[in-house]
């Protein structure tokens, strides 16, 4: 009889004006004490069976002989970045920015068949999978941390290691372009996400050309987008669960607008810019955009959606307060889990007991 060990200690986020130090080394022990408990779990079931084994149940991977320059992969057949291989991977996949995000979230799952733990593997990178079950079904929960270039391992390096479609939700936080986009609001992407690129040939002297490009939008899975807004108004209700674009920039600060004395970085009017190109536009962060194109190259084997929690008002200057997040965080983790394990995939996904046979 499997008896699950509570964990649950809380992080403080770090504030803008706050110590990162500080944050960090909340983090550190809430991990320590997840692997002490997660030890202790372990080990009784050992000396149980009759073994005194000390074993931690995290797949720490590091520095390993790897081969195939194109798509490096090492002897056990792991990936490059995140560190993963065939059989500790869902078919259903929760991308959120954080380590500290994903161990929340990971509280909700249960583990895979026959196994008294998740199924956790870290990366000498810092990406972070976490793999169990929810109401029956495996469901991924990958550290995805900021940026398209992150993004990237994580949506190549999972298709890499998994059989079948896939289903990916992507789960962040944002700026709130304009209203009725507030602080607190659950922002589904059903109308799809744009890229905001900043140009560095226009900053070249003499040049004629637009600092910041705008792509056209590309749009999610129709039924999967639906089916998370659905889950969100559930969770806060319809008046702060919004659909609408999703902005995806490829930086923080210049290409989303936030203007410096310390740089030429010709922005002031970008968000100007973009809601009059794009008057549906309601969130702006740094990965959706490129999940979605991703998702739209693969042939139809991914399935992507996401959702953005606002944490800044960029038309007021506003900031939510920090003591808000981790309900938030709860909420549209559920949301977005709950989405995965009702979105229809094809037969031909993984099962779980195929998977804890794997790992």
């Known amino acids: 009889m499997y008896e699950r060990t509570l964990w649950r200690q809380s992080v403080v986020r770090g504030s803008l004006c706050g110590s ?55 002897d056990q057949g792991r990936t490059y970045h995140l560190g993963t291989k065939e059989g ?8 959120v920015g954080s380590t500290k995000r994903a161990m929340l979230l990971s509280e909700m799952l249960d583990p895979m068949e026959n196994s008294s733990q998740l199924l956790e593997v870290e990366s000498d990178r810092g990406f972070l999978t976490i793999t169990g079950r929810l109401h029956g079904s495996p469901v991924s929960i990958v550290s995805t941390m900021m940026g398209m270039a992150n993004m990237d391992f994580v949506i190549r390096e999972c298709q890499a290691v998994v059989d079948g479609p896939l289903a990916i939700i992507r789960l962040g936080t944002c700026g709130a372009l304009q209203p009725p986009a507030r602080l607190g609001c659950f922002l589904v992407a059903s109308e799809g996400s744009v890229c905001v690129r900043r140009d560095p040939d226009a900053f070249v002297a003499g040049s004629h050309l637009q600092p910041y490009q705008l792509t056209q939008p590309i749009r999610p899975d129709a039924a999967l987008s639906s089916l998370l807004h659905e889950q969100c108004i559930a969770a806060v209700g319809s008046h702060k669960a919004l659909q609408g674009l999703n902005a995806t920039a490829d930086s923080f600060y210049s290409s989303q607008g936030r203007v410096s004395a310390s740089f030429d970085d010709r922005n002031e009017q970008l968000l100007t810019t973009l809601t009059q190109r794009y008057p549906n536009a309601l969130s702006l962060e740094m990965e959706t955009f490129h999940l979605l194109d991703l998702a739209r190259c693969s042939g139809g084997k991914i399935k992507a959606a996401a959702v953005a929690i606002a944490l800044a008002e960029r038309y007021t200057n506003d900031f939510i ?22 979105y229809k995939l094809a037969d031909n996904t993984q099962t779980a007991e195929a998977l804890h046979a794997n790992s």
Do not use: W
């Open 20 to 74: 990162n130090s500080y944050t960090r080394s909340r983090l550190q022990a809430v991990r320590c004490s997840r692997r002490t408990a997660q030890r202790h779990a372990t080990q009784a079931m050992l000396l149980h069976n009759g073994s005194s084994q000390d074993t931690d149940p995290i797949l720490h991977i590091g520095k390993t002989q790897f081969q195939d320059a194109n798509f490096p992969m090492d």
């Open 88 to 95: 500790e991977v869902a078919n259903r996949i929760l991308s």
């Open 321 to 342: 307060a920090a003591s808000e997040i981790e309900k938030l965080e709860k909420q549209a983790g559920l949301a977005a889990l709950t989405t995965l394990t009702e």
